[in-house]
């Protein structure tokens, strides 16, 4: 009987303390930690240039390929999502110290999985990586997939961007490093470069354009590389990136199995950019 009365006082004790501490601020309740406005409300950053047919800005307004897919699905998991587009390099910066839920466009690497959340069914879509030259110089180049022989030639790269693991383990390549795709195409031009990496579909989708007129890409392809919508390790409450991933996991596996998703890929004409 002692032993029972005892018991209840602590239990009692152990209550009356957690409800201060409650009170006091030190202790969230969980349904705090998971509240409908962390889930409701969440914002995604990107690269602030245009990514044809992927990701860009037509008459103001953002749309492409990647940004109809993550509205569709948000739209689904009843999320409002706020796109931030920011320099590709501060967008990492803002992604992973936590201050967006997501960024689009992601490509993996080792590194970027310590702050970042990657699904497989979050993939947007796979990056083809080519080599671009200026059409009048493409017959000076042959290589295979090893890149042997390519170590005297100026590699025209983006700063901040991994072009697939495969071509950045390539330590001998001699790499430049300039800002934005328009600046590849100025160095192939002014013949600074000798090649230049881009992915294949944003490519095609700057030569509908009218952009790099005079270049070309060249085969064979370097690599595939998925594109991920990712999320966050480091936002406030940590275990909501892991939710939103496996979130838009569910519903993404859904839809790429959809007419729906189908007809999107048409409206993007997106078989011509394979």
Known sequence: MATTILSNCI????????????????IWPIEKVHSSEVLQNITIVRGIGDYPPLEMEEDGQLTGLHIDMIRYIADKLDIKVEFLSLPWGRAI???????????SYYGYTKQRELHAV?????????????FLALEERQ??????RSLKGLEKLVIGVQHGYSHGEYFDSMK????????TEFDLERMLKNKRH???????????????????QGVVALSPSIDIDPQYLAFSRNIKFKQEGEALAKAFAIEFKIYKNSQAYKDLLKRYQFQDYR
Do not use: P
């Open 172 to 179: 001998h390549l001699v790499r430049d490093m300039v800002l």
């Open 11 to 26: 239990d009692r004790l152990f209550q009356c303390l957690l409800l201060i501490l409650l009170s006091l601020g030190f």
């Open 139 to 144: 017959n000076e180049f042959n290589f295979d």
């Open 194 to 212: 000798d090649l230049a990496m881009m992915s294949r579909q944003e490519f095609l989708g700057f030569k509908k354009r009218g952009d790099f």
């Open 93 to 103: 910066q803002y992604f992973s110290s936590g201050k967006a839920h997501a960024i």
């Open 118 to 130: 990657y699904h497989t069914e979050n993939i947007l879509s796979n990056t083809r990586w080519v």
